[in-house]
């Protein structure tokens, strides 16, 4: 397919000014040039550091979160503004710790996506099934409504600037990975999805694979027709397991 892939690292809620800064020199240090696209999602916190850092390198940087609201009164959020200040390019909606931990909705996710889409930062919007989920055969009909959510919300001709992110919740952090046939058959049902809502802009999309990828598992994932990327949590801590990933893309 036509599609260049994104490898995007989820920092999630890890790392320190000290820390950042080792991370991100030894990334740029080891960059070969890089034959996909490749972002990485910090805390708000350090935005401003990898925008330091990262500007002018082959390495975007986005958001874990963002609010459904322009702005005003929600202590603890951050707006889309705010992202764009710090030249952020992504930023995640509906990754599955905030979907559980913090009770966020799919009509809360769409709310979150279409806010940062509108923006003109890309929303990498996530939607995965949970392990009781998988093996009451309800996977397509989960992220389904989860996808829905979010196509529900957004004009058809916007389609194209999503990316989305298949996360399947029994393999975030756990170590297991979905096989690459596994994530190939959601990724293209979520496909077929897309086009419904717009057929051109479906071929056009990301759609990345999330749930411990990592370097031993990267290429075979990365080399099924429709995973665009990935979206990587542990191993986008560790420089080498970052670039590796990165190479295998
Ligand atoms: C993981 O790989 O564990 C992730 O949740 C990436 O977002």
Redesign the pocket.
Known sequence: NMRRKLV?G?W?MNGSLVANAALLAEIKAGLAVAACDIAI?APAPYFAQCQAELAGSAIAWGGQDVSAHAGGAYTGEVAVSMLQDFACRYV?VG???RRAYHAESDGLVAQKALRALLAGVTPIV?VGETLVEREAGQTDAVVGRQLAAVLDVLDAADLARIVV?Y?PVW????GKTATPQMAQDVHLALRAMLAGKNPTAAVEVKILY?????PDNAAELLAMPDIDG???????LKAVDFLAIVAAA
């Open positions: 995007a989820n999630k999602c995640i990754h599955s710790e996530c992110a996360e393999a975030i952090g756990t999330g749930g411990s990828m990592k990935g979206l990587i949590g542990g191993a986008a």
